[in-house]
């Protein structure tokens, strides 16, 4: 059973940074886009960015674009999403995803278990 594992999540100040980390801990996605989305309270999950299997394509949602950095190793099982200028909106659970390259939820067929990022004013 394929098993995404977040890691990397906590607290920060705004202005600052955190970096999550999802690991494809079956090998099952190396040719999978994956995927960050967040869910904050009372709010729908919403994406955050993507990337291509190959690493060369990526997409962020406009409200972290120039502040969210994602990236995936050469092995291609290890996912990075590298956070600077935090604000107390992007206090969320963040959810990292596999599946096919796009901007919603649907395009994604296998989710990690969330991580907390809390932004303190």
């Known amino acids: 059973q394929a098993l995404l594992i977040e890691s990397g999540g906590g607290m920060a100040e705004t202005g600052g940074s955190l970096r999550l980390s999802c690991l494809d801990s079956?090998?099952?996605?190396?040719?999978?886009?994956m995927g960050w989305f967040r869910q904050a309270p009372g709010k729908d999950r919403e994406f955050v960015a993507v990337?291509?299997?190959?690493?060369?394509?990526?997409a962020y949602a406009h409200p972290v674009r120039g502040r969210f950095t994602i990236s995936r190793t050469k092995d291609k099982n290890t996912v990075t999403l590298e956070m600077n200028s935090l604000k107390p909106e992007d206090t969320a659970v963040y959810y990292c995803?596999?599946?096919?390259?796009?901007?919603?939820?649907?395009?994604?067929?296998?989710w990690g278990q969330g991580t907390q990022v809390t932004v303190s004013s």
């Open positions: 990337i291509s299997w190959t690493g060369t394509s990526t």
């Open positions: 079956r090998r099952t996605f190396n040719r999978a886009a």
């Open positions: 995803a596999a599946g096919r390259y796009g901007i919603r939820a649907t395009d994604f067929e296998s």
